[in-house]
């Protein structure tokens, strides 16, 4: 059974408590305790039963160590860690802008049932992590964060797959960590957003305000009727409910406060400078066929500004084909993750054109 694992710098010993906890009375959260100075970490009671298809995918409760910052410094950190360590290229998954390592829940056991290492890794700032001292969540830091993560447990390169503004955190990293990623995979790529815009610039008790409409169950439920294709109602609201979980945690709305204020990512720049690919990594690029989102010219940019990349279609699939088609995702990753570098590629624009024709 795949585990959720805390992460904490300073390594402690955890147990999970018998019984749930509610923490300034918030809504109900588990806790987990440090035996060794007493400490309470706090995560959303649901967390721990979402499932995938097929029954409940996360597990016990665990804890791993790796440094943030200085040497006091303790951030418990959440993933979701393989059954067992490969001898084939790691694969991280990282999650959607607003999101948790949940929204893999269905691709990551097909991805470790094809004999793969798989991590699901919450990014700073969102998913179920410990930012009870608030840390800042900007971009720098999220980075950061993600290294530590790379340096501590995988020490490898990896293939690198980022969903939406995913993306942008995978090309962010890569650039300035080519020694960790070896393959980037790039689904429905949120990356010539010019970061979070003006909402950088508004003052701290608007951004609170939209901060929690942003938290809201109608719009986060419009949201996935956009970013979903054809899916049932139950469906698109058991992924609302999901997809909410990590926002019931107390320092959710600072957390999203200090990424909105900081200015967000805007890596559009970063693929080539003065016209020099900053991107060395093969990628490939998954694009949707009904994605509302991200435009096909944006996908189609992007495969021509990566000049090592390829690009696959999925049909019959919006703005998260890894929750919409598991299998069709899942098989493309480990297709692309096993492959060899010269493998030759299939103009992506055949199958746009003999799609829309028939």
């Known amino acids: 059974m795949t585990t959720l694992m805390w992460v904490c710098s300073q390594s402690p010993q955890t147990m999970a408590m018998a019984s749930p906890a509610s923490k300034g009375g918030g809504s109900c959260l588990g806790a987990l305790m440090d035996r060794n100075n007493g400490a309470v970490y706090f995560y959303p009671v649901a967390a721990s039963s979402a499932g995938g298809r097929g029954g409940v995918w996360t597990g016990d ?25 490969r001898e084939t290229d790691p694969v991280v998954l990282l999650h959607c802008f607003d999101s948790s390592c949940l929204e893999w829940r269905c691709a990551h056991p097909l991805l470790e049932e094809a004999g793969l290492e798989t991590w699901a890794v919450d990014v700073l700032g969102w998913g179920f992590s410990d930012l009870e001292r608030l840390p800042p969540c900007d971009v720098a830091s999220k980075r950061h964060h993600l290294y530590q993560f790379w340096r501590s447990y995988i020490k490898r390169p990896m293939v690198l797959v980022g969903p939406s503004l995913g993306a942008a955190v995978a090309i962010d990293f890569a650039v300035h960590y080519p020694e960790a990623v070896k393959k980037l995979v790039l689904i429905n790529a949120s990356v010539y957003a010019e970061g979070t815009g003006n909402l950088a610039k508004i003052p701290t008790t608007v951004a609170y305000a939209g901060v929690s409409l942003l938290k809201s169950m109608p719009l986060r439920f419009y949201a996935n009727i956009l970013a979903f294709s054809g899916i ?9 409910n999901v997809g909410q979980l990590h926002c019931l ?45 991200i435009s096909y010219k944006e996908t189609m940019r992007l495969h021509c500004e990566l000049s090592d990349s390829k690009m696959r279609l999925i049909t019959e699939s919006g703005h998260l084909p890894h929750v919409e088609k598991p299998d069709s995702v899942a098989r493309l990753i480990e297709e692309f993750a096993r492959e060899n570098n010269n493998d030759a590629d299939v103009p992506i624009a055949n199958l746009f054109r003999a799609y829309h024709q028939s």
């Open 61 to 85: 409760l665990d804890s791993k160590s790796w440094q943030f910052g200085d040497s006091s410094s303790c951030i418990l950190s959440s993933c979701v860690k393989p059954l067992k360590r």
């Open 232 to 240: 049932s109602l139950a469906t698109t609201l058991d992924w609302t």
């Open 249 to 293: 945690l107390p320092w959710w709305k600072d957390a999203m406060v200090s990424f909105m204020q900081s200015g967000g990512y805007n890596v559009g720049g970063k693929i080539k400078q003065a016209g020099k690919l900053q991107v060395k990594q093969k990628a490939l690029i998954i694009c949707s066929e009904n994605d509302k989102i």
